[in-house]
């Protein structure tokens, strides 16, 4: 791709605008090869280590006791101070109260959830992937990525069609803001903050207008949720708020920008597409593949909680880490050939969906939707050429993709 001219110098990982026209994956790479871990500072907010390597991530993620994601999980909310969700939000919550909370909301969440969405959109994900297949040209973010996300997340949480579009869309704005990499606010905490705050709360709002809908589906999560009683506990209203706002959120842009992404990576590398058309049985192993080298969400963040030692370096109690997941997905050391783009990997651990006590509990959900549109599109599609650069969201939390234009050239 050719370089967008509002494209950043990479050296500050705070300002989205340096993930445009894509992360950077080379400055990782290289400090992955570095002997510690490189501390950035900010103005107006406490500096970070990035953490880069696979093995030191995923010790990050599977040590709840040594860092603590209750001080803010992004760049933009770890401000030294806990964040207001803490203890209420499944991802924002340690243990012990972490236990409860995952073990009430996954009550909701059960493999025939899982199984009863698959049979809810596997005809509109074939409708709306054979309408673009007609069209032949047309942008596949607002045909076919963005939609099937979307109604998931509406059936998931019983809304009433209607709610689908709306709820996707300040979803959107709450986790990557409106603003443009051309928009001089963009790399400004301040102004972030703002925009994202808003989006937030008109989310919030929103949602909580709808908790006592009377369209509500009998078995979406929000009438479970707010049903779920296990050993005498309940979960509070705000809670039942909290976290179905959460999987809103990541259920829409995981899955929305893994699958425009991937569409994408079969543009650039239509030899893949050709050999899946060819193994479709291997339809799950593409499937990991185009979560490992999109990676939708950037980074999270954790507070060190005790004095520790990571990567080479020492770290207090209070010091902020950054942990970079797409360069995790990139590791040398974990998978061979780790820049190309190969679906036929039989072995991939990516750390798409994090690990440890907080992984994503939507995994299951999101993985089901990409197999939708990947089966939907093999059944249909010859092959795929981008029809100009894709536009992307100015975003150092999510690989977001506002639009993908590209032909489908219908299969004999």
Not at 203 to 228: N, S
Not at 333 to 354: W, Y
Request: charged share 25%; aromatic share 6%.
């Amino acid at each position: 791709m050719s370089e967008l001219p509002y494209a950043q110098p990479v050296s500050d990982l705070s300002d989205p605008r340096a993930f445009l026209p894509e992360p950077p994956y080379r400055l990782w790479a290289e400090q992955r090869r570095a002997g510690r871990l490189p501390r950035q500072e900010r103005d107006g907010a406490p500096a970070f280590h990035s953490v880069t390597r696979y093995r030191d991530i995923d010790a990050v993620l599977r040590d709840s006791a040594g860092y603590s994601s209750e001080w803010g999980m992004t760049l933009d909310t770890s401000l030294g101070e806990p964040d207001p969700a803490a203890g209420r939000m499944i991802e924002l919550t340690d243990p012990p109260r972490h236990q409860r909370l995952r073990r009430l909301v996954s009550s909701g969440l059960t493999r025939s959830a899982t199984r009863t969405m698959d049979g809810l959109l596997r005809d509109r994900v074939e409708h709306w992937v054979e309408r673009a297949v007609r069209a032949g040209e047309t942008d596949f973010v607002g045909a076919v990525a963005a939609r099937v996300p979307s109604a998931g997340a509406g059936l998931l949480l019983g809304l009433p069609e209607r709610e689908w579009a709306v709820l996707a869309d300040r979803a959107s704005r709450a986790v990557c803001g409106s603003l443009g990499g051309d928009d001089p606010g963009a790399g400004d905490l301040t102004v972030r903050r703002r925009s994202t705050a808003t989006a937030n709360g008109q989310l919030l709002i929103h949602l909580a207008g709808l908790l006592d809908h009377a369209e509500l589906a009998e078995d979406g999560l929000i009438r479970r949720l707010l049903d779920a009683e296990l050993d005498g506990d309940r979960l509070t209203r705000e809670e039942v708020l909290l976290n179905c706002l959460n999987l809103a959120i990541g259920g829409n842009e995981t899955t929305k920008n893994a699958t425009a992404a991937g569409l994408a990576a079969f543009a650039a590398h239509p030899e893949q597409w050709q050999w899946l058309r060819r193994h479709p049985e291997h339809v799950d192993r593409a499937i990991e593949e185009v979560l490992r080298w999109t990676t939708p969400p950037l980074h999270l963040t954790r507070t060190v909680l005790r004095p520790t030692r990571l990567g080479g370096t020492s770290l207090a109690p209070g010091e902020l880490v950054c942990l970079w997941l797409p360069s995790a997905n990139r590791d040398q050391e974990v998978f061979p050939d780790p820049d190309e783009f190969r679906v036929d990997r039989a072995v991939n651990p990516h750390l798409s969906f994090t690990s440890g006590r907080h992984f994503c509990l939507g995994a299951a959900l999101a993985r089901s939707q990409l197999r939708l549109v990947l089966e939907a599109l093999l059944a249909r599609v010859d092959s795929i050429t981008l029809l100009g650069e894709p536009a992307r969201r100015a975003s150092n939390f999510v690989a977001a993709y506002d639009t993908l234009p590209v032909a489908l050239v219908a299969a004999a």
